[in-house]
């Protein structure tokens, strides 16, 4: 399943499934980017970070790609699982900024 | 490591009152430390921009006489929402930045402010 981020609040998959949220983000002098897991009632929790001068990074069961000519960004779980379920954000800054963080999409995995 | 703590978790006040947040640092000394808002189903709103030994930076629109923020120590930022009202109920996060780039931050738990 796939969310276009802003536009697709929420994404709902399937067990097993691989997901991919987006993210456009809005200034061209960001160079760092962070997705964030949030779940209900608890702070954001890191997942991946990528540096401009990369346009792919791989962890876990997550990848996260950024296309700095379009200004996106986009994580993809693999095999996502109902642990999985929250809401993701993306959030970038420049060097001794504060993080801004993008609007969230929520993910719903049903088993 | 990098442990944020933020305290209390939750806290439900009257209108009228103060409320004081408190978030540590506990195992890194945080140059900078940043407040945040989150309302229902929505995305965290910065706040501001606290850098130990110095005055706050607010963003746009946010009261700095309402939102007290004293970063007194390395490993201590304190949010006070004086005077508060049922429209500042929300919930606070608070991150502390590990490093001068200050791309390194890390999240307190939040704290859920009802106030009635």
């Known amino acids: 399943g796939e969310s276009v981020g802003l536009h697709l609040p929420t994404l709902s998959v399937q067990e097993g499934d691989n997901s991919i949220i987006n993210c456009a983000y809005s200034n061209s002098a960001s160079d760092y980017f962070i997705w964030y897991k949030q779940e209900s009632g608890k702070g954001p929790q890191f997942i991946i970070d990528?540096?401009?001068?990369?346009d792919k990074r791989q962890g876990q069961r997550v990848t996260v790609l950024l296309n700095k000519t379009v200004k996106h960004l986009s994580l993809q779980i693999a095999a996502t699982q109902p642990g999985d379920s929250a809401v993701y954000f993306c959030a970038e800054n420049q060097a001794g900024t504060a993080l801004i963080f993008g609007k969230g999409t929520t993910l719903s995995v049903s088993s | 490591g990098a442990v944020v703590s933020q305290h209390p978790s939750r806290v439900i006040c009257k209108s009228g009152t103060s409320v004081k947040i408190e978030c540590r640092s506990l195992d890194f000394q945080a140059t900078t430390m940043f407040w945040y808002r989150q309302f229902p189903k929505q995305s965290l709103m910065l706040m501001a921009t606290?850098?130990?030994?110095?005055?706050?930076?607010?963003e746009q629109g946010v009261e700095k006489d309402k939102f007290l923020i004293n970063h007194a120590s390395l490993t201590l930022s304190t949010l006070t929402v004086t005077s508060a009202h049922p429209e500042d109920s929300s919930f606070y996060i608070c991150s502390a930045a590990r490093g001068t780039s200050g791309t390194e931050a890390f999240f307190g738990q939040g704290t859920r402010l009802t106030v009635v």
């Open positions: 990528i540096r401009s001068n990369m």
């Open positions: 606290s850098n130990e030994g110095s005055k706050a930076t607010y």
